[in-house]
């Protein structure tokens, strides 16, 4: 299984996607870049130090990413995330430092192995838009580019068609879907089927160890409420997590080919994915593997069952 980098904006949701990935034995994180998103790339950065040495794995290098988006001011969510990105969780501090320059550190890896790694970017894509500006090419190094982001057939969830992490930089986004990478896509379509209820959360954490259960029931709490208070619905939705399985097992999603294009432009629709749906033999858009479908139970207990039997960081 090649070694994964995460590209993250963490973010309550991104720091399930980090434990899970720790916990599951088969999947080796190997570099963690972040990137200004759901809070600033200093917090984000924090937040990443502080959760892997909560997960025993100080040793797994941080990359400092992007401050701003390519273009226009970047947006916070804060509303879901909480005001430091983990919601009521308070971690330690931590003694480990970041390295600054994500996006050279990830251009070095993927030529220096070429088709090694597998990415899996799971907020806005501003440093790898930024790794394929200065050094063109170099995404179609990685061995695959799991992407958490857009709405293919389902409302967005910051614009009326725009999904979060595509939103905050379309540009880039653009960027990296026009680059000849080989990308998955893995949308709100799929990510809204992977929600989690506080009781299925609760139940799934029972015998797993107490400083790992209490920190996901203190970050989880603020986007169950949000969730609860705002949007009628009980739980949350695991969409970087799930990024982060369907990295590991593929399998464990239904996937289709859609022709797309993201909007840099539109007054109401910058960030949208544009999907050619014409009957017609020649598509505008590159063709994309896209994330639709999953069975739900399967996939909370795969997400749960590492986690439960996590007993310390893996040699
Ligand atoms: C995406 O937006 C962020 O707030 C989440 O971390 C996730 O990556 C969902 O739209
Ligand atoms: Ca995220």
Same mark, same amino acid.
């Given at each position: 299984?090649?070694?994964?980098?995460?590209?993250?904006?963490?973010?309550?949701?991104?720091?399930?996607?980090?434990?899970?990935?720790?916990?599951?034995?088969?999947?080796?994180?190997?570099?963690?870049?972040?990137?200004?998103?759901?809070?600033?790339?200093?917090?984000?950065?924090?937040?990443?130090?502080?959760?892997? $040495?909560?997960?025993?794995?100080?040793?797994?290098?941080?990359?400092?990413?992007?401050?701003?988006?390519?273009?226009?001011?970047?947006?916070?969510?804060?509303?879901?995330?909480?005001?430091?990105?983990?919601?009521?969780?308070?971690?330690?501090?931590?003694?480990?430092?970041?390295?600054?320059?994500?996006?050279?550190?990830?251009?070095?890896?993927?030529?220096?192995?070429?088709?090694?790694?597998?990415?899996?970017?799971?907020?806005?894509?501003?440093?790898?838009?930024? $790794?394929?500006?200065?050094?063109?090419?170099?995404?179609?190094?990685?061995?695959?580019?799991?992407?958490?982001?857009?709405?293919?057939?389902?409302?967005?969830?910051?614009?009326?068609?725009?999904?979060?992490?595509?939103?905050?930089?379309?540009?880039?986004?653009?960027?990296?879907?026009?680059?000849?990478?080989?990308?998955?896509?893995?949308?709100?379509?799929?990510?809204?089927?992977?929600?989690?209820?506080?009781?299925?959360?609760?139940?799934?954490?029972?015998?797993?160890? $107490?400083?790992?259960?209490?920190?996901?029931? $203190?970050?989880?709490?603020?986007?169950?409420?949000?969730?609860?208070?705002?949007?009628?619905?009980?739980?949350?939705?695991?969409?970087?997590?799930?990024?982060?399985?369907?990295?590991?097992?593929?399998?464990?999603?239904?996937?289709?080919?859609?022709?797309?294009?993201?909007?840099?432009?539109?007054?109401?629709?910058?960030?949208?994915?544009?999907?050619?749906?014409?009957?017609?033999?020649?598509?505008?858009?590159?063709?994309?593997?896209?994330?639709?479908?999953?069975?739900?139970?399967?996939?909370?207990?795969?997400?749960?069952?590492?986690?439960?039997?996590?007993?310390?960081?893996?040699?």
């Amino acid at each position: 299984m090649p070694p994964l980098i995460l590209d993250m904006d963490p973010g309550v949701d991104d720091a399930l996607a980090l434990v899970w990935s720790l916990a599951w034995a088969e999947c080796d994180v190997c570099a963690v870049m972040t990137v200004s998103g759901n809070v600033d790339v200093d917090l984000g950065t924090s937040n990443a130090l502080r959760l892997l $040495a909560l997960m025993g794995r100080p040793d797994i290098p941080v990359y400092r990413g992007e401050r701003r988006p390519l273009e226009g001011e970047p947006i916070r969510a804060a509303h879901i995330h909480g005001g430091t990105g983990l919601g009521e969780a308070q971690l330690p501090s931590s003694t480990g430092t970041a390295d600054s320059g994500a996006s050279a550190a990830l251009s070095d890896r993927l030529r220096s192995e070429p088709d090694r790694y597998s990415i899996v970017a799971v907020g806005p894509l501003t440093n790898l838009a930024t $790794a394929e500006l200065n050094d063109p090419g170099v995404l179609a190094k990685a061995s695959e580019v799991y992407v958490m982001g857009g709405a293919i057939h389902v409302p967005g969830n910051v614009t009326p068609t725009g999904e979060f992490n595509l939103v905050s930089d379309p540009r880039a986004a653009s960027i990296v879907f026009e680059s000849n990478a080989t990308i998955r896509l893995v949308p709100l379509d799929v990510t809204r089927k992977m929600r989690v209820t506080q009781a299925e959360m609760k139940e799934g954490l029972t015998d797993c160890p $107490a400083e790992i259960r209490d920190f996901l029931m $203190a970050a989880t709490s603020t986007p169950m409420k949000i969730g609860r208070e705002k949007y009628g619905y009980d739980g949350m939705y695991l969409h970087d997590p799930l990024t982060a399985m369907l990295s590991v097992e593929p399998m464990w999603a239904e996937w289709e080919t859609f022709h797309i294009q993201i909007e840099t432009q539109g007054e109401f629709t910058h960030g949208q994915i544009v999907v050619d749906e014409r009957s017609q033999p020649v598509h505008q858009g590159k063709p994309i593997q896209v994330a639709m479908d999953i069975d739900r139970r399967k996939l909370l207990d795969a997400f749960f069952q590492p986690i439960r039997s996590w007993r310390g960081a893996k040699k």
